[in-house]
């Protein structure tokens, strides 16, 4: 078996169903992926949506993040996160960008490396604008610094103002 040598980072969200419950679940299945260990996984946060105008009603986001150590390169990471999003209903054939979902798991760190690809960028894009991915990865991984802005989670939390974040 190859060395769990490449750490990561991951994110967690739902706002569909049993949104506790999918996160959980998420988590075990991950847990059992072969090529990864999980080490730390924050508390749940509840969030309001980002929606598109005109679909404001959606559901309040639950959201977590979890720091891994994986053998897994970060393609097959990804395909094994979407393959369990999938597994557990994930439908993203709707092109609308910010639709409810079962479950949404993204790869937000793969050590310090950067990707810049049509199927993945890491770190994840936005994530240094949200308060709903900084908040559980700031508990997970405070001090991990982002490669392209030099800052830690922990920082770019404090950066942001006004996106309300509350532990569930």
Known sequence: MQ??????????????????AAIARAMEVVARLKGVRVELVSTVHVTRA???????????????AATIQTSL???????SLLAIERDMGRD???SERWAPRTIDLDVLFYGGTMIARADLIVPHPRMHERGFVLAPLSE????????????????LLNDLVGDAVSSA
């Not at 980002?50 to 977590?64: C, K, R």
């Not at 997970?140 to 920082?155: E, F, Y």
């Open 3 to 20: 060395a769990l040598e490449h750490h990561a980072a991951i994110g967690l969200g739902a706002n569909l169903g049993d949104r506790r």
């Open 50 to 64: 980002v929606t598109l105008p005109g679909s404001e009603d959606q559901p309040d986001y639950m959201n977590a």
């Open 73 to 79: 390169d970060p393609s097959a990471l990804l395909k």
């Open 92 to 94: 993203r054939s709707t």
């Open 140 to 155: 997970v991984a405070p001090n991990w610094v982002h490669p392209r802005l030099g800052r830690t989670t922990r920082q």
